[in-house]
């Protein structure tokens, strides 16, 4: 018995990939073939002797086929059948890390920002994106008992979860519906997920900030849509004034922290002789990309 792999058109796989694993056995009508990972792994789709499954984050996959064959395979006239198996050790190739990215205009130093989670464009890991944010009403960094909201976020098209309910349409959703169905948090920060597209040369993520959101990611659906190239996170002091604000927002890949923001600062409305002026001043900030 062999086994046929493809990765994207590789035959090498690399670990957190989905993949095609195929079983070619070296017997007369095989029957209830199966796959199945042992160990580490899942499978997302099984069609007897071929499966679509998602490979561990490890060196090695272990895999068990297993079938029913003819107990005699020498005599054609046999007609009893048996139960066979083997397990196989496919190896993996090591995946690339995500890593947080600037944007090209992450926003005025006001308290506004806008950074990006991407994937490495070779071999890149594919686990979920684990988004936190913490939230205060005081002019400092969230304390950790203070509001946490979270949202593991899916790479691979595998994980997609359909969802029952539709989603308000975006583009003339009200500010309520949209802290409801779409943002991440509201109050007195707010902060919103989209997802990234490909580049032009279709090798990695989209960078440039021309055309590159995709769509715009819903909280209340988190596994709606896998965000295979990335996410760009946009955060904003509250519109209350005059308000104080904090937040602390966190991105992590398999207990790696690729990126955390942090700013705090008051806002107040301002009259001036051109008209109201909306003023935000940084009182603290700390930004950490890697």
């Known amino acids: ?40 792994g ?49 190896p993996l190739v090591a995946a690339n890390p995500a890593y947080g990215a600037k944007q090209p205009n992450p926003g005025p130093p006001r308290g506004d920002y806008t950074f990006a989670a991407v994937p490495a464009a070779k071999r890149p890991d594919l686990r979920p994106l684990e988004i936190s944010v913490r939230s205060t009403g005081h002019a400092r960094y969230p304390r950790a008992s203070e509001r946490l909201r979270r949202w593991t976020l899916p790479m691979r098209t595998g994980e997609q979860v359909r969802y029952g309910k539709r989603l308000p349409n975006l583009a003339y959703a009200t500010t309520p519906q949209k802290c409801r169905f ?55 002091p509250g519109a209350k004034r005059p308000n104080a604000w904090g937040y602390d927002i966190q991105v992590s ?19 001036r002789s051109y008209g109201i002026y909306d003023h935000c001043k940084l009182s603290k900030s700390s930004t950490l990309l890697r």
């Open 1 to 40: 018995m062999t086994l046929r792999t493809d990765d994207e058109g590789h035959s090498a796989i690399v670990a957190t990939h989905e993949a095609n694993v195929t079983a070619n056995i070296a017997a007369d009508n095989p029957t209830n073939i199966q796959i199945a990972p042992q160990g580490g």
């Open 253 to 271: 890949q398999g207990g790696r922290l690729l990126a955390r923001v942090r700013r705090a600062g008051r806002c107040r409305t301002e009259h």
């Open 182 to 236: 779409w943002w991440l948090t509201c109050g007195v920060t707010f902060a919103h997920v989209d997802q990234l597209n490909v580049n032009n040369r279709g090798t990695g993520p989209d960078l440039s900030g021309s055309n590159s959101i995709l769509r715009s990611l819903a909280y209340s659906q988190p596994a709606r849509w896998a965000a295979r190239f990335g996410v760009v996170i946009t955060a904003t």
């Open 42 to 90: 899942a499978v997302v789709r099984a069609n007897g002797e071929s499966v679509d499954l998602i490979a561990p984050a490890a060196a090695a996959m272990t895999l068990l086929v297993s079938w029913r064959q003819s107990a005699d395979e020498s005599n054609p006239e046999e007609t009893a059948r048996c139960s066979a198996s083997r397990t196989l050790s496919v």
